[in-house]
């Protein structure tokens, strides 16, 4: 089964910190995306990798950047976080842009104090 | 442009009754069409996916989805609630407008199993 880990099942940070939150994924996939979720909202799409050092901006981007170094890892940064950045965040990973569905992480729920 | 709607924010069910999740979606272009589930504190696992082959699509735990192309919609179901279902549930669409085929989710489900 692929797996998606992510680093860290719970975080509190400060505001004005900056704060890394790392996704690594163990199946060779070409495409990667860090999702916010809150409650009565969904899933928003902050940040998405087709290749390693490519980046788009999701619907979200403001606030965050990401690194893709090697393949099988996607870092979402917040630059300086800020109490409206508290939120479940979720990694995922896909083979392809089209079909099989995303495989997800566990999540890291974030709190910014 | 492409966007989900999940009838629905909380279902609340017997266990051993069907559970039936309303999701209606639009899209320009053929969809692909997915449910997913997600249990508390955990990340979302798919249910099932339609890529335009059977439109009756069946799941993993005894979950089902039919995709209705005159409703547009894709509503999934299962003829027996169980204790364990209790989560919350996603469905979400994808097609290649715009050159992507980034998923676009509903705002989820909680289903609710009573004893």
């Known amino acids: 089964d692929v797996k998606v880990t992510q680093s860290s099942r719970y975080l509190v940070k400060r505001t004005g910190e900056k704060v890394f939150l790392e996704c690594v994924q163990d199946?060779?996939?070409?495409?990667m995306f860090w999702y916010r979720q809150d409650p009565g909202l969904g899933l928003r799409l902050i940040y998405f990798?087709?290749?390693?050092?490519?980046?788009e901006k999701g619907d979200i981007p403001e606030g965050y950047s990401v690194s893709r170094e090697k393949k099988e890892r996607f870092s979402l940064i917040l630059e300086s976080a800020s109490t409206n950045q508290t939120s479940m965040y979720l990694c995922?990973?896909?083979?392809?842009?089209?079909?099989?569905?995303?495989?997800f992480g566990s999540g890291t729920r974030l709190t910014v104090v | 442009a492409q966007s989900v709607t999940q009838l629905g924010s909380h279902v609340s069910v017997s266990e051993g009754a069907l559970v039936l999740l309303r999701c209606n979606y639009s899209?320009?272009?053929?969809?692909?069409l997915f449910w997913y589930v997600q249990y508390p504190n955990q990340g979302l696992q798919l249910l099932l996916k339609?890529?335009?082959?059977?439109?009756l699509v069946k799941g993993i735990n005894g979950f089902e989805a039919e995709f209705k192309k005159s409703e547009t919609s894709f509503h999934l179901t299962k003829p027996s609630a169980h204790m364990s279902d209790a989560a919350e549930y996603f469905c979400?669409?994808?097609?290649?407008?715009?050159?992507?085929?980034?998923?676009?989710f509903g705002r989820g489900t909680s289903l609710i199993v009573h004893p």
């Open positions: 995922a990973s896909t083979p392809s842009r089209s079909g099989p569905g995303y495989t």
């Open positions: 199946m060779d996939h070409e495409n």
């Open positions: 990798s087709y290749d390693v050092k490519m980046k």
């Open positions: 899209s320009s272009v053929p969809p692909y």
């Open positions: 339609y890529t335009s082959a059977a439109t």
């Open positions: 979400a669409v994808s097609d290649a407008s715009g050159g992507s085929y980034i998923p676009t």
